[in-house]
């Protein structure tokens, strides 16, 4: 300033001056003089600051909700929950899973060591109770899910059976008395399970048809099986799928259809300039049934020509094909016509999606399976074991399909239930599967994959930061989690991720000292996420904000600035 208090540099050179600045430097410099400061909240400043400092593409816009480009840059830096606060050391043995109640009080977590605890998420977590699965003969606990009202849980493991063989079982746990209500039959255990109302439960079969060829069938239960009458179903069958090739289903989750219409956070594939998006709305596993609907009215005539002539070219010896692809081949034709073709649904009833992996090339899970759920489908009540449908719909078709061209090893829903994520470690380009038993290889770098279940689009570019070492058949899976804002995963180089789920960036990567299996955010907290690891851990991470808080002498904060210049990443 002059003496007359005249500032000796225009706004625009001292907005020039800035520009050369980082954020910190720019926050600090706002405080020499009222000028400075009112140059340093420009938001033209700040707009090029966030896409330098987080290093996004200049064609994307920013977040529709953000109210300034100096609030996101500050909510990128301040709320992601990457400070850690805790770590929880009573499992022995590696940690698998985490989840967390819909009120964000309590969070379960599974182990290697066959237990599963229930803790208080309270500023300082505590453990609540330990259930030891050993007594029912498990080997170890996998997965939890808490029911819509956080009066249940349900707790999923592997089971010893008979001769060794291994299997699952899923167990329901009172949240009110931790005692122990039923315990129901899972094949393969990797179904895992999940609720579909708030008292039942779906669970999965196998069966063997042939060497290469099986049928799954899931299951809905009553978490109650103590019933009082006779008449009351415990059980009922949901829907019967085959498997081709030696696949299974596997990891089955329900979507509410009723939250889409108001999302967290619109992802507008028109806005991903250049990316071509998949679309995937496939009927059945094979293109004649998915292009010839007849096919599954027309009865067994058709089915009978197409054996006939698979046969006679085999017996005459123009077809070359292996034990392997001849059983795939007739199972198709047979399945033909006895398939039962997806219930219509009135267009304005919200229902529920079904959705699990599958596949149908090899064992190793490289599609993604959607099926609606009926109103009439949701309660035990009604035909047990299929009662009413017709001899000849042996399979039901499923919805949509979607083939990743990978292995999927994780998936995660948004919390509005529209996005589907996926963590798919890629089959190299233009690989043909020629042996089911042998999977294309898969690659190191973990696809973070996105799909809206209401276009049935692939959305967004993936995201890639974090990596994966085990081969196609030591593959296990890695639980990733969505938040309103945020969607994190964990993966084999020991680091947990963060990325912002509208930018597409990295945001932050938390250390463990093995692999991190699981994740999972505070339903009702997004600035606080768990993580959990071979290491045996658990740990919790909080937002800088959040830690300033808390770490606060005083109700007010101290400034964003401050914390930014003397805590940089």
């Not at 329901?172 to 399970?193: E, H, M």
């Amino acid at each position: 300033m002059d003496e007359g208090g005249i500032p000796l540099l225009p706004d625009s050179l001292v907005y020039q001056i800035f520009l050369s600045l980082g954020p910190a430097d720019v926050l600090a410099a706002g405080l020499v003089c009222r000028q400075w400061q009112a140059v340093s909240r420009d938001e033209f400043l700040w707009r090029e600051q966030f896409y330098r400092y987080y290093q996004v593409a200049r064609d994307v816009p920013r977040h529709p909700a953000a109210t300034s480009w100096y609030e996101e840059f500050r909510r990128l830096y301040d709320m992601v929950p990457c400070v850690e606060v805790q770590t929880l050391k009573e499992h022995t043995d590696q940690v698998l899973h985490l989840s967390f109640s819909h009120s964000g009080y309590q969070f379960a977590s599974c182990s290697k060591d066959c237990t599963v605890k229930i803790w208080n998420n309270d500023l300082t977590i505590s453990l609540l109770h330990s259930a030891d699965m050993r007594p029912y003969n498990w080997s170890y606990t996998q997965f939890s899910q808490f029911n819509q009202d956080d009066s249940l849980l349900l707790a999923s493991g592997v089971f010893l059976g008979p001769h060794n063989s291994s299997s699952g079982e899923i167990a329901v746990i009172s949240l009110d008395s931790f005692a122990l209500l039923s315990r129901v039959r899972n094949k393969p255990y990797d179904v895992f399970g999940c609720w579909l109302t708030e008292t039942s439960l779906i669970s999965g079969n196998l069966h063997r048809i042939g060497d290469i060829t099986s049928c799954s069938v899931l299951w809905l239960n009553n978490a109650f099986q103590d019933v009082e009458s006779e008449n009351v179903n415990v059980v009922k069958r949901l829907f019967k799928i085959q498997n081709l090739n030696a696949s299974t289903i596997r990891t089955v989750m329900v979507a509410d259809c009723s939250r889409f219409d108001s999302p967290d956070l619109l992802l507008d594939a028109d806005d991903q300039a250049g990316l071509p998006c998949r679309v995937f709305d496939l009927g059945g596993d094979t293109e004649e049934e998915a292009t010839d609907p007849g096919l599954l009215a027309s009865g067994s005539g058709h089915v009978k020509e197409g054996l006939r002539r698979v046969f006679d070219s085999v017996l005459d010896g123009h077809g070359q094909l292996s034990d392997c692809a001849l059983e795939t081949k007739v199972a198709e034709l047979l399945a033909q016509g006895h398939t039962k073709p997806p219930e219509c649904s009135d267009a304005d009833t919200r229902n529920k999606y079904l959705i699990f992996t599958t596949g149908c090339l090899t064992y190793s899970p490289h599609q993604i399976g959607i099926k609606q759920i009926l109103p009439h489908q949701m309660t035990t009540a009604g035909p047990v074991l299929g009662e009413g449908r017709g001899a000849d719909a042996f399979f039901d078709a499923l919805d949509h399909v979607i083939d990743v061209h990978g292995h999927i090893i994780g998936m995660g829903l948004s919390p509005d239930n529209r996005y589907l994520y996926v963590n798919s470690r890629a089959w190299p380009p233009g690989s043909v599967v020629a042996d089911p038993m042998q999977p294309p290889p898969i690659a190191e770098e973990i696809d973070l994959l996105v799909f809206d279940l209401k276009t049935m689009r692939e959305v967004k570019r993936a995201l890639r930061a974090h990596r994966a070492y085990t081969p196609n058949d030591e593959c296990f899976f890695i639980f990733l989690d969505v938040s309103r804002d945020f969607v994190a995963s964990g993966a084999e180089d020991r680091h947990g991720y963060i990325w912002d789920r509208h930018y597409n960036i990295c945001l932050a990567k938390l250390r463990h000292e093995d692999v991190v299996n699981s994740v999972a955010f505070s339903p009702q907290e997004q600035e606080l996420l768990l993580t959990a690891s071979d290491d045996a851990t658990i740990k919790a991470w909080r937002s800088p904000r959040i830690v300033r808080v808390l770490q606060a002498p005083r109700p007010r904060p101290r400034p964003f600035f401050s914390w930014f210049a003397s805590h940089r990443r």
